[in-house]
């Protein structure tokens, strides 16, 4: 069964470094999704993409949030100058329509230090 | 805005008994709905969706849902639960807007536990 995938699993970093994290989707999908989820905390939407541009974002994806479609598989998320707020488990998610159900990946654990 | 209620923090069920969480939406139309699971450490399994239809949805592992619009709700439930269903249990709602790709709204979610 199709599945997304999400690398690393747990990335560690220094406040101010700049991480990238990975997606691939599933692959005939055409929507991806970035959340957060703050350990204890709800699952929270961060941004989605369709057709190489940014559809919707809210407002905890500020400037120092970027996605990226770099080739036809990975779906990226870039934090430019990484804070101790960041630190939080991200998930993937893709849809094949709009209007369907969204598809999500293990998630990446990033701990800032 | 949409919102997602989910006022049960943490419930505790015996094995072999029935279950209900509950879920409550903040919306000014019709919104789809879902049920997403999450063991320790994993990622979100989706339960069972309602876009439209039958209010009443039939999902994985023995769980349905029931659409009610004039209570704004979406409760999920199952007739007899396993130890193998205790997670943490999100309620989501998307939403039908101008022509973009729609984020989910998540409710705080419920931990489930299940006793011997």
């Known amino acids: 069964e199709p599945e997304v995938t999400q690398t690393p699993s747990h990335q560690v970093t220094q406040m101010g470094q700049e991480v990238i994290l990975r997606c691939v989707p599933i692959s005939n999908h055409l929507y991806f999704y970035w959340y957060r989820q703050i350990l204890g905390q709800k699952v929270e939407f961060l941004v989605s993409?369709?057709?190489?541009?940014?559809?919707?974002k809210s407002e905890i994806f500020d400037d120092q949030f970027s996605v990226e479609r770099p080739d036809g598989s990975n779906f990226t998320l870039k934090i430019r100058s990484t804070k101790l707020e960041d630190s939080a488990m991200y998930f993937c998610?893709?849809?094949?329509?709009?209007?369907?159900?969204?598809?999500f990946g293990p998630g990446t654990r990033l701990t800032v230090l | 805005a949409q919102s997602v209620t989910q006022p049960d923090i943490h419930i505790t069920v015996s094995e072999g008994a029935s279950l209900e969480l509950r879920c409550n939406y903040s919306y000014g139309a019709t919104p789809y709905l879902f049920w997403y699971v999450q063991s320790p450490g994993q990622g979100l399994q989706l339960l069972l969706k309602?876009?439209?239809?039958?209010?009443l949805v039939q999902g994985i592992k023995g769980f349905e849902a029931e659409f009610k619009r004039s209570q704004s709700s979406f409760n999920l439930r199952k007739p007899s639960v396993h130890w193998s269903d205790a997670a943490e249990y999100f309620c989501a709602v998307g939403t039908y807007s101008g022509g973009g790709a729609d984020g989910l709204t998540f409710g705080k979610g419920t931990h489930l536990i299940i006793q011997p």
């Open positions: 993409f369709y057709n190489n541009e940014i559809s919707e």
């Open positions: 309602y876009f439209s239809g039958d209010t």
């Open positions: 998610a893709s849809s094949e329509g709009r209007i369907n159900e969204q598809f």
